[in-house]
């Protein structure tokens, strides 16, 4: 099982690839690749914003007191509460996402965060902040799933990876401003040292509901709703600057429209798609396990759970803390924004394999340098595990950050693609859950097993890293279209590749008959 996937003919994507005008040249592909970045980028802003809201305002001496120094099960929901949002909205996406289209969810789910905020920060009580961060986390798949869809489908196939990498890129920018918020507001000697950081959480939803209709819809989307007309000029528009005679678009036009009749026509369009055929239900599997994966990697431990680490390691200062959580969300903004830059390089299973098993390493490090540290009282030990939290940094990057929508778009096709996502989110947000919840009682010195339990963890990476050699299939240096029949039939696989060389065809002899008709015109004068 290990790789694998139909092979095609990859005649769209070679067009693009030997186009030679980079998109900053291009008017209209580069007013599209700007609008993207305040209209979705900036939605994963948010998560990166809630992890660090957690674990900062954790140090605020305010936030503590208020909640009554929340400590095991009850510190847990606080931080979990989100995610439990998202595992409760997720089965209802495909519903919104593929009826009233991209746009419309994110916008949907955009508002219903700017009223989760708005509870957050002006919560009286412990049980009035964990509703608000249901609301929040209710509404954030909404807008992950549409707006992850939507770079991938709007993106000119030459620079979608990079697109759809840079998306998870933007989880770090949230993180850095909540960081440096906190940082900032936790010397305020009230509740607004923890409430104007809550507030703030909404900035980037509101961004997103000025801006998002300002995109356009998804092709794709439109197709599947047999608006061809509005499909084409969007293509055009974007992808062949305005030429309607381009053969890159006519290509790509009957490539999407073709493919998408060949999915519609096996697709019921329900929940039991995901699991009717072995291809399937091997992309369910995958989706399901890089959910699980992108949160019980460690990651969570270092994102909502910092403080508590630091502690461990006698490193008990606020300040540094706060200014080490700063530096470290610095370090992983600019590794994301370099893998994604990246992306096109390499292979996808390469970087995944390469970055899980960089991640192990480092645990294994990072776990023999607590001990020392804990155990025998080693200072320099203490200091190692500072360079191994910031070294974790590059590792999970290389891979979880950098392809995790990349690849999710790529092998789930379009009418499996909301769903798809939907169960990516769902384990990933059950997944955290867990792990907010487990982390605080595993770690905890007293009532836990302390840097113990990083062994765990140790152990669950060498399982992952397993189940990635096995089960990942290579997805690069192909378009969507092509990589929608990856696990199934050869003669599915190449019916849209014969409607793509069917439109090629027919423009050749188009032009060779105008080509004629002037020369004879010519000729008569």
Same mark, same amino acid.
């Given at each position: 099982?290990?790789? !694998?996937?139909?092979?095609?003919?990859?005649?769209?994507?070679?067009?693009?690839?030997?186009?030679?005008?980079?998109?900053?040249?291009?008017?209209?592909?580069?007013?599209?690749?700007?609008?993207?970045?305040?209209?979705?980028?900036?939605?994963?802003?948010?998560?990166?914003?809630? $992890?660090?809201?957690?674990?900062?305002?954790?140090?605020?001496?305010?936030?503590?007191?208020?909640?009554?120094?929340?400590?095991?099960?009850?510190?847990?929901?606080?931080?979990?509460?989100?995610?439990?949002?998202?595992?409760?909205?997720?089965?209802?996406?495909?519903?919104?996402?593929?009826n009233l289209g991209r746009r419309w969810c994110v916008m949907f789910g955009s508002i219903t965060m700017i009223v989760g905020s708005l509870i957050q920060g002006f919560a009286v009580n412990g049980p009035m902040y964990i509703v608000a961060r249901l609301i929040i986390?209710?509404?954030?798949?909404?807008?992950?799933?549409? !707006?992850?869809? %939507?770079?991938?489908?709007?993106?000119?196939?030459?620079?979608?990876?990079?697109?759809? $990498? %840079?998306?998870?890129?933007?989880?770090?920018?949230?993180?850095?401003?909540?960081?440096?918020?906190?940082? !900032?507001?936790?010397?305020?000697?009230?509740?607004?040292?923890?409430?104007?950081?809550?507030?703030?959480?909404? $900035?980037?939803?509101?961004?997103?509901?000025?801006?998002?209709?300002?995109?356009?819809?998804?092709?794709?989307?439109?197709?599947?709703? =047999?608006?061809?007309?509005?499909?084409?000029?969007?293509?055009?528009?974007?992808?062949?600057?305005?030429?309607?005679?381009?053969?890159?678009?006519?290509?790509?036009?009957? =490539?999407?429209?073709?493919?998408?009749?060949?999915?519609?026509?096996?697709?019921?369009?329900?929940?039991?798609?995901?699991?009717?055929?072995?291809?399937?239900?091997?992309?369910?599997?995958?989706?399901?396990?890089? !959910?699980?994966?992108?949160?019980?990697?460690?990651?969570?431990?270092?994102?909502?759970?910092?403080?508590?680490? %630091?502690?461990?390691?006698?490193?008990?200062?606020?300040?540094?803390?706060?200014?080490?959580?700063?530096?470290?969300?610095?370090?992983?903004?600019?590794?994301?924004?370099?893998?994604a830059l990246l992306v096109m390089k390499f292979k996808r299973r390469t970087m995944f394999l390469t970055s899980i098993s960089a991640i192990l390493i480092i645990y294994v490090a990072w776990t023999i340098s607590s001990a020392e540290a804990i155990v025998a009282g080693?200072?320099?030990?203490?200091?190692?595990?500072?360079?191994?939290?910031?070294?974790?940094?590059?590792?999970?990057?290389?891979?979880?950050?950098?392809?995790?929508?990349?690849?999710?778009?790529?092998?789930?096709?379009y009418a499996m693609r909301a769903r798809g996502i939907s169960i990516f989110q769902f384990f990933g947000k059950a997944a955290q859950f867990f792990g907010t919840n487990v982390n605080p009682v595993g770690l905890d010195p007293n009532t836990g097993i302390g840097w113990?339990?990083?062994?765990?963890?140790?152990?669950?990476?060498?399982?992952?890293?397993?189940?990635?050699?096995?089960?990942?299939? =290579?997805?690069?240096?192909?378009?969507?279209?092509?990589?929608?029949? %990856?696990? =199934?039939?050869?003669?599915?696989?190449?019916?849209?590749?014969?409607?793509?060389?069917?439109?090629?065809?027919?423009?050749?002899?188009?032009?060779?008959?105008?080509?004629?008709?002037?020369?004879?015109? $010519?000729?008569?004068?």
């Amino acid at each position: 099982m290990v790789g !694998g996937g139909v092979q095609t003919d990859n005649i769209v994507h070679r067009m693009a690839m030997e186009d030679k005008v980079p998109w900053y040249k291009k008017n209209n592909l580069r007013y599209l690749y700007f609008m993207l970045f305040p209209c979705l980028m900036g939605i994963e802003m948010t998560s990166g914003f809630d $992890s660090q809201i957690i674990n900062a305002v954790q140090i605020v001496p305010a936030w503590s007191e208020f909640f009554g120094h929340p400590t095991g099960g009850y510190k847990g929901i606080l931080a979990s509460a989100l995610p439990l949002g998202a595992v409760i909205g997720l089965p209802f996406i495909p519903l919104l996402n593929d009826n009233l289209g991209r746009r419309w969810c994110v916008m949907f789910g955009s508002i219903t965060m700017i009223v989760g905020s708005l509870i957050q920060g002006f919560a009286v009580n412990g049980p009035m902040y964990i509703v608000a961060r249901l609301i929040i986390g209710f509404g954030l798949p909404y807008a992950i799933v549409a !707006g992850s869809s %939507l770079i991938g489908e709007l993106a000119y196939p030459k620079e979608r990876a990079i697109l759809t $990498s %840079l998306f998870n890129a933007a989880y770090f920018i949230g993180a850095i401003v909540a960081s440096a918020v906190t940082y !900032g507001t936790q010397t305020i000697p009230s509740d607004w040292s923890w409430r104007v950081p809550s507030l703030l959480q909404m $900035s980037p939803s509101l961004v997103q509901v000025a801006l998002v209709l300002f995109l356009p819809e998804s092709p794709r989307f439109l197709i599947s709703k =047999e608006r061809y007309e509005e499909a084409f000029k969007i293509l055009v528009k974007y992808h062949a600057e305005g030429d309607e005679n381009s053969e890159f678009a006519k290509a790509e036009m009957a =490539e999407i429209k073709t493919t998408i009749a060949i999915e519609l026509e096996h697709s019921k369009r329900s929940w039991m798609d995901m699991i009717n055929t072995p291809g399937n239900r091997r992309r369910v599997i995958v989706g399901s396990l890089l !959910g699980v994966m992108s949160q019980l990697s460690g990651n969570v431990v270092i994102s909502y759970y910092l403080g508590d680490i %630091l502690n461990l390691i006698g490193f008990t200062d606020p300040s540094f803390q706060a200014k080490y959580n700063i530096g470290n969300q610095c370090l992983g903004l600019v590794c994301a924004i370099c893998t994604a830059l990246l992306v096109m390089k390499f292979k996808r299973r390469t970087m995944f394999l390469t970055s899980i098993s960089a991640i192990l390493i480092i645990y294994v490090a990072w776990t023999i340098s607590s001990a020392e540290a804990i155990v025998a009282g080693s200072k320099p030990a203490g200091k190692l595990c500072l360079f191994w939290i910031y070294a974790y940094q590059p590792a999970y990057n290389i891979g979880f950050n950098a392809l995790t929508y990349t690849y999710l778009v790529e092998i789930f096709p379009y009418a499996m693609r909301a769903r798809g996502i939907s169960i990516f989110q769902f384990f990933g947000k059950a997944a955290q859950f867990f792990g907010t919840n487990v982390n605080p009682v595993g770690l905890d010195p007293n009532t836990g097993i302390g840097w113990k339990f990083l062994i765990v963890y140790c152990c669950w990476i060498a399982v992952e890293a397993f189940l990635m050699w096995w089960l990942w299939p =290579e997805t690069s240096n192909r378009t969507l279209e092509e990589l929608t029949f %990856l696990f =199934e039939d050869f003669d599915r696989a190449h019916a849209a590749t014969e409607a793509v060389e069917k439109e090629i065809h027919h423009s050749d002899i188009k032009h060779h008959e105008e080509a004629n008709i002037s020369e004879t015109t $010519s000729k008569d004068v």
